[in-house]
């Protein structure tokens, strides 16, 4: 961020110098990271208030605070106090005045689903010819991505910022704000369908980021979603379509499971290039190739598109392969939803070995009414699918176990358990080769069972 003066900022927020001045290097709402020079941020939420730490902030170094009430507490006679109505407001209102002071290019990414591993492809594929910054970790939200933006620097000339939601009317204040010149929907699925009528509901929230765009950007959209025609319809933009369908100028051909990754032709207009991906998610190869489209617009060759591809990195528990002790561990424990679920466990048939193959599904959240037959499904496509053994765990555990059962002419045992400890239990009974994909919700906290099995994967 640049450095600005409290009475420049307070202007731009809208809000009132009560005391102090001087500059600000960077806004900031986490006390227990604060740094000399910051300016505090008071975020109130349900459980917290963040006017009581105004003080541990000058303590820390803050130089100034913005808050809608006057603090309690004796505070250093420097510290500068800015009074706004509402300080989320006035952060997000900051951070889109700050996004459009800058000469930097956006993309911004929303969807049920990969929203996380599309923004490091396309942060490794822009990185091979621009300075890039994106969205660190999961901060996708109405806090993380005003801070993102203002993470930007002058010399920053592209910037991805992922965008999440879980209820109406949050996808569009977070594309205000970062003003988009491209817009990246991943998928439209069932992820948070409980804070919604229908999952036409969810589409709808989606395309709020390409509505946001002008007639002179740039829409990225998979051509097999099953709301692609709507999607498109959403906006005056450009529409860019990749994956299996004549409409789409971007294609993976000759597509190979290996025990490397998984290899490909990334094909464009003709051309085409030979892709070897570390991972073995099949459904990674579409958010690649929404990478590469977004690259090429911006003006990265086809060779150097590739090899960014090549070399990204996934964060926290997204589908990290461990081999440890003649056995695969497959962690996709960060988070969960029916799609993500499905191609999870064609990842498990797929990865090339020789053994039993084991899904350990913990229960999935914010599914409302439809959460038990959601479940169910799940179970019963581990089941079609040859998955020899599933260990259901959570409050949802007997609805995959029902699924499970529900398949005639089943051979896929099921059992049981409340939670990660008791899934290990289970595991434990068994020392049959085997290849074992772990994945639930985040609330199941099911990246303990690779991390007791392997020593790997605990962290975030």
């Not at 889109?96 to 969807?111: C, D, E, M």
């Not at 910054?133 to 801070?147: K, M, Q, W, Y």
């Not at 509901?201 to 002008?214: C, D, V």
């Amino acid at each position: 961020m640049r450095e600005i003066t409290v009475h420049d900022l307070a202007e731009a927020m809208g809000g009132t110098v009560l005391r102090g001045g001087g500059s600000i290097s960077r806004l900031h709402t986490d006390t227990r990271t604060i740094r000399v020079g910051d300016c505090f941020v008071a975020l109130s939420g349900e459980n917290y208030d963040g006017h009581q730490y105004v003080i541990a902030s000058a303590q820390g170094g803050a130089v100034a605070a913005v808050v809608s009430t006057v603090p309690e507490g004796d505070l250093p006679e420097s510290f500068g106090l800015i009074l706004v109505e509402a300080p989320l407001q006035a952060l997000q209102r900051y951070a889109g005045f700050y996004r459009k002071s800058l000469p930097v290019h956006v993309v911004g990414i929303t969807g049920s689903s990969g929203k996380t591993s599309t923004k490091e492809f396309i942060k490794s594929v822009l990185s091979q010819k621009f300075k890039t910054v994106a969205t660190a970790g999961n901060l996708n939200n109405h806090i993380g991505v005003p801070l993102t933006l203002l993470s930007l620097e002058p010399e920053t000339e592209w910037a991805v910022v992922e965008m999440g939601m879980n209820h109406p009317g949050e996808i569009e204040p977070l594309a205000t704000m970062s003003a988009p010149d491209y817009g990246v929907i991943t998928r439209v699925g069932q992820a948070h369908i409980e804070n919604f009528k229908n999952i036409q509901g969810i589409a709808q929230e989606k395309s709020e980021l390409l509505r946001a765009l002008k007639s002179t950007g740039k829409a990225f959209i998979p051509a097999k979603d099953c709301f692609c025609s709507y999607l498109s319809g959403r906006t005056e933009a450009s529409i860019i379509y990749v994956g299996e369908s004549n409409s789409s100028r971007w294609k993976a051909k000759e597509v190979q499971v290996t025990a490397q990754g998984l290899d490909f032709l990334l094909e464009h207009d003709g051309r085409s290039v030979a892709v070897r991906l570390p991972l073995w998610n099949q459904v990674m190869i579409t958010n690649a190739l929404l990478a590469a489209a977004v690259g090429f617009e911006a003006g990265v060759s086809l060779e150097q598109i590739a090899w960014g591809l090549q070399q990204v990195e996934l964060p926290g528990q997204r589908m990290k392969v461990y081999r440890h002790e003649g056995a695969i561990w497959i962690n996709d424990s960060y988070n969960a939803n029916p799609e993500s679920m499905e191609s999870a466990v064609d990842t498990l048939m797929e990865i090339p070995f020789n053994g039993v193959r084991v899904a350990v599904l913990g229960s999935m959240g914010e599914l409302g009414v439809q959460a038990e037959m959601l479940h169910r499904e799940i179970g019963s496509y581990a089941a079609r699918h040859g998955v020899n053994q599933v260990v259901a765990v959570g409050p949802m555990a007997h609805s995959i176990a029902e699924g499970v059962r529900l398949v005639s002419e089943s051979k896929t045992e099921v059992l049981t358990a409340l939670d990660a400890a008791e899934s290990i239990e289970i595991l434990e009974r068994s020392d049959l080769k085997r290849a074992v994909l772990v994945k639930g919700s985040r609330f199941m906290k099911l990246e303990k069972v690779v991390e007791h099995f392997t020593g790997q994967g605990g962290g975030h």
